[in-house]
Each structure stands twice: as C-alpha cells, then as structure tokens.
C-alpha cells in the first residue's frame, strides 16, 4: 500500500532548526524518476510546495526557503528529509511530503511545525 509517513516537527524558536523526514513505502520510491518534494499549508491558505529533488538528488526550492532549507533522499531507507535552519514565524505549517508532481492518494498526515518565542 502506497504511503507516506512525516515526522519530525515541533516547536521552535525562531531562528532555531529542525529536521523533517518522510517515510515513503516501496511502491513510491521504487517508482523510476519519482522525485519527492516537502509541502506546506497553513490555515485557511492553499499547501505549497516547498522544495524538491529528483531520483538524482537534483534539488529545487522555493525562493522563501532558499539557502535556508535542504532536501535530501536516503533511497536506501526510503526516506526524503528536510532540514530546515534560520527558522522564521512565517515558516509554521503543517509540512507534508509527496512526489512531484503530487499525487492526491498519497498526501498523510503531515507534521506540525511551529515557530514561537
């Protein structure tokens, strides 16, 4: 069954950092050319995207995340994580993975990451 797990979020101060990880299933990962990308979405605002990487590691972020934020892939463990630093109130929301382009079965939970003093 295809899914996809997040984890990692929280509260933090800004300007603090936390690391994001997207458990996918082997269906999505194994899938050749599927590239994966973190979401985002806050209440009462359409999910954006946020950054993504290609099966080659190729990666593409937003500009309000760039040379902040960092998208990687363990396809070893089926895993995309996101490492976000320099953290700003603007950048709490409920983060989410998916491939890119997304696909609407497969949006899970997401994690919650809020960003307070």
């Known amino acids: 069954q295809a899914q996809l797990v997040e984890s990692g979020g929280g509260l933090v101060q800004p300007g603090g950092s936390l690391r994001l990880s997207c458990a996918a299933s082997?269906?999505?990962?194994?899938?050749?050319?599927?590239?994966m990308a973190w979401y985002r979405q806050v209440p009462g605002k359409e999910r954006e995207w946020v950054a993504s990487i290609s099966s080659r590691g190729i990666q593409y972020y937003s500009d309000s995340v760039k040379d902040r934020f960092t998208i990687s892939r363990d396809n070893a463990k089926n895993t995309v994580y996101l490492q976000m630093n320099s953290l700003k109130p603007e950048d709490a929301a409920v983060y989410y993975c998916?491939?890119?382009?997304?696909?609407?079965?497969?949006w899970g939970q997401g994690t919650q990451v809020t960003v307070s003093s």
């Open positions: 082997r269906s999505i990962f194994s899938v050749s050319g599927n590239a």
């Open positions: 998916n491939t890119r382009p997304s696909v609407s079965i497969y």
